[in-house]
């Protein structure tokens, strides 16, 4: 159904935990994003690799720390997080990074910080 | 700043009927704008995407208009099915860099 899938699907964690997402993406693209969506909210972009560099961090704390080993892999490093954080974390991937490119989302993660 | 705008209430509507969705955008003139639909527990998925010079755009049963005067697009589905029932969301290219900004969503909900 998707090229893009999402490990765990679900995750429930302490505030003084620490966890990882992960994001693998089979469809040869080369920019992979991150996105933080709460109920009733727009999508918030987190971060955004091109090439695995990173070209975007959208004022993230820093209890979330992303990693992007290779074009096809994401992490999302999660430690000491808020119940605020708790939502569906999205990722995506797109061919290239403008903005005529159609993004390609994975199931997400969904995230209740206790 | 830029900001976009979906109905926020739900849209509920009988099968068989047209639904039409609306998406305002403020402060900004985007080239582009993408349609998505979003099910339960899972992530969106591209539908349509139009550019400014594009009055109209169409696939299968979807239509999408953007006018560029009145800073709005909508998004039709003709004949709609309860197959159709899900959040649908807009999203524009921002301003820095290419990265996309997403409306809330409309859920849209079509009875049968």
């Known amino acids: 159904e998707t090229g893009v899938t999402q490990t765990p699907r679900h995750l429930v964690m302490g505030m003084t935990n620490k966890k990882s997402l992960k994001c693998e993406q089979h469809?040869?693209?080369?920019?992979m994003y991150w996105y933080k969506q709460s109920a009733k909210k727009p999508l918030e972009l987190m971060f955004v690799y091109s090439l695995e560099e990173r070209v975007e961090n959208n004022s993230v704390p820093s209890r979330f720390s992303p990693e992007c080993p290779n074009s096809s892999h994401l992490f999302l490093h999660l430690h000491t997080l808020q119940p605020e954080d708790s939502a569906l974390y999205l990722c995506?991937?797109?061919?290239?990074?403008?903005?005529?490119?159609?993004?390609?989302f994975g199931p997400g993660t969904r995230l209740l910080v206790l | 700043s830029q900001k976009i705008e979906q109905n926020s209430e739900a849209l509920n509507i009988q099968e068989g009927k047209t639904a039409t969705l609306t998406c305002n955008y403020t402060n900004y003139s985007p080239a582009y704008l993408q349609w998505y639909r979003q099910d339960p527990g899972r992530g969106p998925v591209f539908l349509l995407l139009i550019r400014e010079n594009e009055k109209e755009k169409r696939k299968e049963r979807l239509k999408v208009t953007f006018d560029t005067t009145l800073k709005q697009s909508l998004f039709h589905i003709t004949a709609s099915q309860p197959a159709d029932s899900a959040t649908y969301l807009c999203?524009?290219?921002?301003?820095?860099?290419?990265?996309?900004?997403f409306g809330q969503g409309t859920e849209l909900s079509v009875k049968p």
């Open positions: 469809l040869g693209h080369n920019a």
């Open positions: 999203a524009v290219l921002g301003n820095q860099g290419g990265k996309l900004i």
């Open positions: 995506a991937s797109s061919q290239g990074q403008g903005g005529l490119e159609t993004q390609y």
